[in-house]
């Protein structure tokens, strides 16, 4: 078994926070259309202040001592932050092995030098298209495509391990071909996201054009997986959607509790200073700064022990492909149409480019 696995799953059980996010800001430098978090300087002003870098210090010291190990950065853009490197440097001393997600539209010299000092496990670069133009319409710069390639470009040289994230909007998803081949090209690991999940921590009103439907959300990460898997992957996947096909659904008496990492072994800190199971169940956050990290972390066993899936969705021989949660399902008791849909979809396309020898 994989030991990071076999850590995360021995701090679930045990109920150690073992993993954590930081939400350093949620200021950006770009305007990507999907974006559930971005703000602007005033937009977050008006909501709150973001934590100062002896806070997040302070945090990471409580957390490792809660048993913290890994530890991920992200934002908005977290190198926005001008005291960026003195939280990582910080961080990284003491032993936490620590994750970037960044945009990469600002990673220069003096940041991939204080990541050499310090390296991290990885740096996430999302590239949200092949093209200036591209990146305009999506993101609301132009010149960001040119920027995150470069950043890509300064962390290979510095041998600073890289994985390319990207996304799918209306807007870009005709870019997947060269997206891919980037990543193949170079060396480097990709992974895509459906966003397919509701933007609940929006403040503003989020314009639903730029989404595409659950159906051809399905169809292209099926064709992601075909581009991107190796032979005895796609004999793995193939195995598990017929088996998936040939067994129907058997309804337990009860919606199973949740089994992600989310308050049983995992966590995450909001800019503002709430501690969150996830970053997508704001609602069961509290404030670090009236409360300890500890006694917050504690209570989270309790609280996340009572979250359960739909019944429908806890029989479903389709989890194994479904990126269903409980914030999608809330207090809901059927099913998110949306997911249903997408796996559906994902399976379709998956027996059609067999029969046509594609797959």
Not at 234 to 259: C, F, M, N, T, Y
Request: with cysteine.
């Amino acid at each position: 078994m994989n030991i990071k696995k076999y850590v995360f799953q021995r701090a679930a059980v045990n109920h150690i926070p073992v993993s954590g996010t930081f939400e350093l800001t949620p200021r950006c430098n770009l305007s990507c259309e999907m974006c559930y978090i971005r703000m602007s300087a005033a937009e977050e002003a008006a909501m709150g202040q973001e934590l100062t870098a002896d806070e997040w210090l302070s945090l990471g010291r409580q957390a490792v001592d809660a048993g913290m190990v890994y530890l991920l950065l992200t934002g908005g853009e977290p190198l926005l932050r001008p005291d960026f490197a003195e939280i990582y440097s910080g961080l990284a001393k003491m032993g936490i092995m620590l994750t970037l997600n960044t945009n990469g539209t600002l990673i220069n010299e003096y940041i991939v030098q204080c990541m050499e000092h310090n390296p991290p496990e990885k740096v996430n670069v999302t590239l949200y298209g092949a093209s200036g133009d591209t990146y305009q319409k999506v993101c609301g710069n132009a010149n960001g495509y040119k920027a995150a390639l470069q950043g890509i470009g300064l962390l290979k040289e510095a041998k600073i391990p890289v994985c390319i994230n990207t996304t799918y909007t209306r807007h870009n998803a005709s870019d997947m071909e060269y997206i891919v081949s980037f990543a193949k090209e170079n060396g480097i690991p990709i992974r895509m996201t459906s966003y397919l999940f509701p933007p609940l921590r929006c403040r503003r009103e989020t314009d639903a054009s730029c989404f595409l439907p659950p159906d051809e959300y399905g169809r292209l990460g099926a064709a992601f997986d075909c581009v991107t898997m190796d032979s005895a992957q796609k004999k793995r996947r193939a195995d598990i959607l017929a088996r998936v096909q040939e067994h129907p659904s058997a309804l337990p008496s009860e919606g199973r509790a949740a089994s992600c990492m989310a308050g049983r072994g995992a966590f995450w800190v909001t800019w503002d200073g709430q501690l969150l199971p996830c970053g997508m169940l704001p609602h069961l956050g509290r404030s670090l700064k009236s409360e300890s990290f500890a006694n917050i972390w504690a209570g989270f066993a309790h609280v996340m022990g009572a979250q359960t899936l739909p019944i429908k969705c806890s029989g479903c021989p389709k989890r194994v492909l479904c990126p269903v949660c409980i914030a999608v399902t809330q207090s809901s008791d059927e099913p998110p149409k949306t997911l249903c849909r997408y796996c559906d979809s994902y399976m379709e396309s998956i027996f059609k480019m067999q029969r046509e020898a594609q797959w």
